[in-house]
């Protein structure tokens, strides 16, 4: 082949080159595009998954929450309320990232148990990437929980830490919000001895903090106790001893015990109570709970 001929195929192919890379260049920004939203939806697709086998039994399969864990699929979280009241100073994906990832110890202080670690860096079972993948799932639902129009259901809402209102309670098996008169709450005829079993039983643990006042106000003496705070106490003077009680069972920080020397029943505003008996008695228990504590004048 001659020369000539040599040198106008390679020139021919080198501009060939060029126009296949230039055509490649331009329509990068598109192909990387798509790409993007092709691996976005694959991530959403797993960390669905991941969300129906780990998350849905205490987080509600749509987010809706439940009275072992609070919605995701919430307006508070994607407008900024649930970050400005957790004083987080970083953005929503970095706060939903860190609360999967190192989970919330702390919380078994007012939900029924603790949220788990779920990341491998925190000794939990899932890799970075399902860690991302979750997160992406949840944050996928800011158009849902924004839509005024059509907003989602929200069963369980988000408790302040160490605070817990009345208003986000209610008794677990019959289903009576608390509201914010206790006064207003009706129970059932309670059965003191019954009442007995379930204060000494292990599942409630009562007697173990308060039987001989081992680390809370002893049981004896009770109602003598209640009749002479709300007599003395300005905030609970409308009370019956009977509200007191259940106060003090569903709202434990509403009215905090003084120390007493070397006895300590609270710590920075949070009472050594357990802080969640109002999701794991019914209506009956807490009738029942109280009838018996009456018993003890």
């Known amino acids: 082949m001659k020369i000539e001929t040599r040198i106008v195929l390679g020139t021919a ?13 331009l329509n990068e920004e598109g192909r990387m595009a798509e790409f993007t939203v092709q691996y976005e939806a694959r991530s959403l697709e797993r960390g669905a998954t991941i969300w129906e086998s780990n998350c849905s039994a205490c987080h509600g399969a749509f ?10 699929n919430n ?29 919330r110890p ?15 860096q925190y000794g939990g079972p899932l890799r970075t990437d399902q ?27 988000f408790i302040l830490p160490g605070v817990r209102e009345e208003g986000d309670l209610q008794i677990m098996a019959s289903g009576q919000p608390v509201g914010t008169g206790l006064a207003t709450l009706e129970l059932p005829v309670g059965d003191p ?5 379930l204060y000494n039983s ?51 920080n509403a009215y905090l015990v003084p120390n007493e020397g070397s006895k300590v029943y609270a710590t920075g505003g949070i009472s050594i109570m357990q802080q969640n008996y109002s999701d794991r008695i019914d209506a009956q228990d807490l009738a029942d709970l109280v009838a018996y504590l009456l018993t003890q004048g």
């Open 13 to 25: 192919f080198f501009l060939g080159l060029l126009l296949i890379v230039g055509w490649v260049a």
């Open 63 to 72: 987010g809706q929450g439940s009275g072992r864990a609070p919605a995701l």
């Open 75 to 103: 307006p508070r979280l994607f407008n900024g309320e649930r970050l400005q009241e957790m004083k987080w100073a970083g953005g929503l994906y970095a706060y939903v990232e860190n609360a999967i990832s190192a989970g």
């Open 106 to 120: 702390a919380s078994v202080a007012y939900w029924p148990e603790a949220m788990p670690t779920w990341g491998q």
């Open 131 to 157: 860690i991302r993948d979750v997160t992406r799932f949840v944050l996928n639902w800011e158009a849902s929980a924004l839509d005024e129009q059509n907003p989602p259901e929200v069963v369980q809402d």
């Open 193 to 197: 001895v019954r009442g007995e079993r």
């Open 202 to 252: 292990n599942e409630l643990g009562c007697s173990s903090c308060h039987m001989g006042g081992v680390i809370a106000p002893p049981t004896e003496g009770t109602v003598t106790r209640a009749e002479q705070r709300i007599a003395t106490v300005a905030a609970l003077a409308n009370y019956t001893v009977e509200q007191y009680l259940i106060e003090s069972i569903l709202v434990p």
